[in-house]
């Protein structure tokens, strides 16, 4: 196949590089061409997710209707859309060829993207898109309050709703975000789940000496790290042991966050952003992972990631979150309706008070990103891809070992 993959980024950090550095060589070691049509002027020093050689059409350096033209030029059988905040770019692909898109976010789902409320607590909202969320969107703290900024999203997000029917498939990273599309709208059919893979390589190791543990993550309010700070404080109290954290990323409330660590008196460090020899050794040292998201999590990638150093997670029983970590297999699931800094607590006192678990389920979590992995990713793209380019030979082959 002749394979279009579109994004507005080109080269910038975050998972949907990372996953399209992935993906689009190995699709291209499979034997397809694969091509890159991006929205943003490639930064210096920033390299392309596409394998060297594949051709490269740009919206900002050449204009969408000269871009456009070249990459339908190419002639590729099918498109493999992701972020794309234009959306006349997903219009014009879907009247010359089938279009798989592949929703890394509640895009056309949500007016802020959360798909949670903040206000009177932190609490997944299950609504479908509609002129309802603008009642509530203010009240229950849905996302930014600028009347602009909510008029704008409004608007996107219905417009990219309106699209759901124009896609040749959609493509979702868990079985929730598939619901979700299909609660919204997208034609059952065509709505497929595919679990992600860890984009990082490593091997597990002993578990750290002192009991430790990482977040990994931006710092906003629906990431829930006052909760994981306020957990570790109350661990400590209950087990009168030291419990160190670090806390890597950054986002508007890491200063927030620190100063509640240090008022709770948490040892917990922000290194800021780390990069991937960084984060390896991160996890490396690392008892467990949290992820105290209190929104729906689509997925939850990093913590496949955790596991392919042998490193549980622990986190809220939100979004597609319950499809990678099994409760006492590979982590701690702990319920988050609603999620509560006790109930995060009640799991850390746990993993330290049961040594043997825990050390069980860093073989779990080794296992489980074993079993998530590219390769099984790719064979399920492939067929998807091909069946929407209206080439079935590839829905006929084996997974490959």
Known sequence: MRILFANDGIGDAGGVQAYLAAVMPGLEARGHAVAFLHQDRAR?????????????FGIDE??????????????????????MRPLEVDRRLADSVPVVKFMHGYFGTCVSGQKAHLWPRPQTCGKPLGPGCLAIYGPRRCGQLRLGYVARQYRWANEQNELFGEYAAVVTASRHMRDEYVRNGAPAERVHALPLFPTLVGSSMEPPEAFRVAFLGRMTPVKGGDLLIRA???????????????????????????????????????????????????????????????????????????????VPSIAFDVGGIGEWLTDGVNGILVSGDPPTADALAAGLVSAMRHPGALRGMRAGARLAAERMSLIHHLDSVERVLAEAAGQGVFASLPPRA
Do not use: C, Y
Not at 62 to 83: E, K
Not at 232 to 240: F, I, L, N, P, Y
Not at 255 to 279: H, I, M, Q, T, Y
Not at 286 to 303: K, R, Y
């Open 62 to 83: 050449r204009g969408m209707d000269a871009a456009l033209a070249d990459a339908l030029a190419w002639a590729p059988d099918v498109a493999f859309v992701h972020n």
């Open 232 to 310: 570790v404080a109350r661990a400590k109290e209950q087990t009168g042991a030291a419990i160190a954290v670090t806390m890597a990323g950054d986002g508007p409330r890491r200063a927030e966050w620190a100063r509640l660590a240090a008022s709770l008196g948490v040892d917990a460090d922000f290194p800021g952003w780390v990069g991937d020899e960084a984060k390896a050794e991160l996890l490396r040292s690392a008892s467990l992972l949290a992820v105290p998201s209190v929104w729906p999590e689509p997925f939850g990638l990093v913590g496949l990631e955790a596991g392919v150093f042998g």
């Open 44 to 56: 210096p020093g920033a390299p392309s997710p596409a394998p060297a050689g594949a051709p490269h």
